[in-house]
């Protein structure tokens, strides 16, 4: 098990690779279609004008993400009345819906490290490389277990997306994740959808 | 007429907190079947883990608390009506719980309505009305994740070489699972309907996953179809999570419908391993669940 703190260094990012077992401890933050899609075209691709609390979110959010960890994940979330937040259960969203964006969000806020589940694509495995960056994936549906290492909820910003796509800032310690996509252009994703593609020709090609 | 919120909202606790037991089994069985140390057997651990720690607690098992769907099948005299009302009333309680996120969005503004009421749609209510006086209600929860990685075919599909018959179905159904990868939280369970409409179809898919993994489909042929695109599922070695290994599909279920001479649909819903469904039955004045 490595042991990985956020902010995450170059050489350590580095010196991860597919299939190490990780537990990764800091801040981090949550974000997932909404944040992205807002990222890309308030302040990477400039097709939107920022508004209301824009400018003020993405000045407070870009120290965190540098070297910092985007998480996947739209929490259950106690204490939403009383604004004393506590996650209930936290488990990774699919990540594939954010494959337009993130690289460019990576590239751009110098993150380090996407959590989510069942992999991604070409262009932020490019990412990964350039950064560098990794993917982590962590088990998806094991909500409960996972918020038990969230020891914090810091704060939050746009929780006018709703609670599942707001950013949650949190603290985790000890969070478990497995790297399937690595600085160093390895994705076990890539290695088991071929796999399983010749399987199924050979499959296809039986008679019933 | 009774007011059954309580009683719902103890339904709707249970469904996103205890997973039922055939599941549980079979996700402990397939423990066995991945290498020790591999990041399959690390997931399917971790599941079986969480499993039991959402049961003590009460909390989600998954924080995708998905669609709720409701079957309410009804004895004479009951008021679909009332009974609706009492189901959101229950559904904004188990929200205000944190049994259930928030899910309900608007498809135009994007705005979360905050406590998964919304249109006629949100939560989904089916009613049926039946023969005695017991009142039975089937919950579902069902996550996005695996939602999107549903399909639905029509048959001929000269790409797959699939044609209107079982074997045709049978090279749709595998396709729909290679496709899906990882990506609906293997492993799963596939809900397979052939025939129907577009909209038919998909419904029966969903139903079908009410039945319990170990019944047997009273229809030989469909039977031995379920169990091998279980197998061969499997031989895809997608494995848990998509990480590689043993398990893809823990069951199939499949069901037909009739269909228009024109059509020949092939509707997967594929469920998560978090499969969370659970019955409330209502007799004699008293509640009890499965």
């Known amino acids: 098990m490595h042991q990985v703190n ?13 299939g190490d077992p990780v537990a990764l401890s800091g801040v981090m933050l949550t974000g997932r279609d909404s944040v992205h899609k807002w990222m890309v075209e308030t ?3 400039n097709t939107r004008q920022p508004q209301g609390d824009d400018l003020e979110v993405y000045q407070a959010i870009k120290p965190l993400l540098d070297g910092g960890v985007i998480y996947h994940c739209g929490p259950v979330v106690a204490g939403l009345d009383t604004r ?12 594939i819906r954010e494959e337009p964006y993130q690289g460019e969000v990576m590239k751009h806020f110098n993150v380090r490290g996407v959590i989510g589940k069942g992999g991604m694509g070409p262009k932020t495995l490019a990412a990964c490389q350039e950064v560098p960056g990794a993917y982590l994936h962590a088990v998806g549906g094991a909500a409960s277990l996972i918020a038990q290492t969230v020891t914090r909820v810091l704060g939050v910003y746009k929780l006018d997306f709703g609670v599942p796509e707001a950013m949650w800032v949190i603290e985790v310690k000890d969070f478990p994740v497995v790297v399937t996509m690595d600085a160093h252009g390895s994705s076990q994703h890539a290695v088991i959808e071929q796999q399983s593609k010749s399987v199924l020709e050979e499959l296809l090609a039986q008679s019933y | 007429m009774q007011d059954l919120t309580e009683q719902i909202l103890e339904l709707i606790r249970l469904a996103a907190t205890d997973l039922p037991p055939d599941v549980e089994a079979a996700l402990r069985r397939s423990v066995e079947q991945e290498q020790p140390g591999s990041a399959a057997r690390g997931a399917l651990e971790t599941i ?12 989600p098992i998954c924080q995708d608390t998905g ?14 009506r009332k009974l609706r009302a009492q189901i959101e009333t229950a559904v904004v309680q188990a929200t205000q719980k944190a049994y259930l996120r928030p899910n309900s969005v608007d498809s135009l503004s994007g705005k979360n309505t905050g406590n998964n009421l ?20 089937d ?43 990882g990506k609906g939280c293997a492993p799963g369970i596939l809900g397979v309907a052939i025939g129907g409409d577009r909209g038919s179809s998909y419904y029966a898919s ?9 019944e047997n489909n009273p229809n030989p042929e469909l039977a031995a179809l379920e169990e091998r695109l279980t197998g061969e599922s499997n031989q895809l070695g997608i494995g848990p999570m998509g990480f590689g290994g043993a398990t893809t599909v823990l069951s199939t279920k499949i069901t037909s419908l009739n269909r228009l001479p024109a059509s020949f649909f092939v509707s997967i819903s594929y469920m998560c391993w978090a499969y969370r469904r659970r019955r409330m039955t209502w007799a004699d004045g008293k509640a009890s669940y499965a």
């Open chain 2, 67 to 80: 669609t709720p769907i409701f079957y309410v099948y009804y004895p004479e005299g009951w008021s679909t």
């Open chain 1, 84 to 95: 004393q937040f506590r996650f209930v259960a936290a488990g990774p969203t699919t990540s």
């Open chain 1, 43 to 45: 302040f990477i691709k």
């Open chain 2, 48 to 59: 079986i883990k969480n499993v039991e720690l959402s049961r003590a607690n009460s909390t």
């Open chain 2, 118 to 137: 919304g249109d006629s749609h949100f939560p989904t209510v089916h009613f049926e009305e039946v023969e005695g006086d017991t009142l039975t209600i």
């Open chain 2, 206 to 214: 969903k139903e079908t996953l009410f039945r319990q993994l170990e």
């Open chain 1, 6 to 18: 956020i902010p995450i260094q170059n050489d350590v990012i580095r010196s991860l690779k597919v």
């Open chain 2, 139 to 181: 919950l579902m929860l069902k996550g996005g994740g695996c939602e999107n990685v549903g399909a639905q075919y029509s048959l001929p599909n000269s790409q797959l070489g699939a044609g209107r018959d079982l074997a045709g179905v049978r090279k749709v159904v595998l396709d729909a699972v290679h496709k899906a990868q």
